[in-house]
């Protein structure tokens, strides 16, 4: 059965410091891979997905992620956090014939430090 | 206007109850899901569904029903409520079961 991990519970940064979020999925087949961000009391939006092609995928916000299957990698990065990007951070599989029934890892808790 | 909605937002209930969630979406999308978020933030998917196709999640108990009366709206029932129930239910929509889902913003379940 597939899994996603996100090693990482919770990371705190100080604004304007690089940021790299941690998944690792398992999957027999080649996957799909979203990154989504949920702010307290809301719902999820995504940031960026893998489908196949150019493994460095650009997202919405300054993000992006690079899928690297040897590692089984998907992990998120933003060269300068903004306060704003305080939030849950999910990474997801989708599995299915359509790829579209998401396996999501625990989520890691963004802090940002003023 | 909201893209995708439910209600209600939070919901009280004590166990043995028969309770329902709406969603409804404005997107005009074909693709309707419903997830569980449990207390440690574990997002699962339960179902996915459009008008030819339900695909159910092998763990999800069969007291867990989504009902459509049209291509807007896929509604969540569940019979018999257990503590364990208790969790954030998340609807999503997305135009093709390829394409970007999109989120609502959770109903929160209580069952006491």
């Known amino acids: 059965a597939q899994s996603v991990t996100q090693p990482d519970i919770h990371i705190t940064v100080s604004e304007g410091a690089s940021l790299e979020l941690r998944c690792n999925y398992s999957?027999?087949?080649?996957?799909?891979l979203f990154w989504y961000v949920q702010s307290p009391g809301q719902g999820l939006q995504l940031l960026l997905k893998?489908?196949?092609?150019?493994?460095l995928v650009q997202g919405i916000k300054g993000f992006e992620a690079e899928f690297k299957r040897s590692q089984s990698s998907f992990n998120l990065r933003k060269p300068s956090v903004h306060w704003s990007d305080a939030a849950e951070y999910f990474c997801?599989?989708?599995?299915?014939?359509?790829?579209?029934?998401?396996?999501f890892g625990g989520g890691t808790r963004l802090m940002v430090k003023p | 206007d909201t893209a995708v909605s439910q209600t209600p937002k939070y919901l009280v209930t004590q166990m043995g109850n028969d309770k329902s969630i709406k969603c409804e979406q404005n997107l005009g999308h074909d693709t309707m899901y419903w997830y569980k978020q449990d207390s440690k933030k574990f997002l699962k998917i339960m179902f996915s569904y459009n008008n030819k196709e339900l695909i159910i999640n092998e763990t999800v108990p069969n007291r867990f029903s989504p009902k459509s009366p049209d291509k807007a709206h896929l509604n969540l029932h569940i019979n018999s409520l257990e503590l364990g129930d208790s969790a954030v239910y998340f609807c999503?929509?997305?135009?093709?079961?390829?394409?970007?889902?999109?989120f609502g913003p959770g109903t929160r379940l209580t069952v006491l």
């Open positions: 999503a929509s997305s135009r093709g079961r390829t394409d970007t889902q999109y």
């Open positions: 997801a599989v989708g599995v299915g014939n359509a790829g579209n029934m998401l396996t």
């Open positions: 893998y489908f196949s092609g150019d493994t």
């Open positions: 999957y027999g087949a080649t996957p799909y």
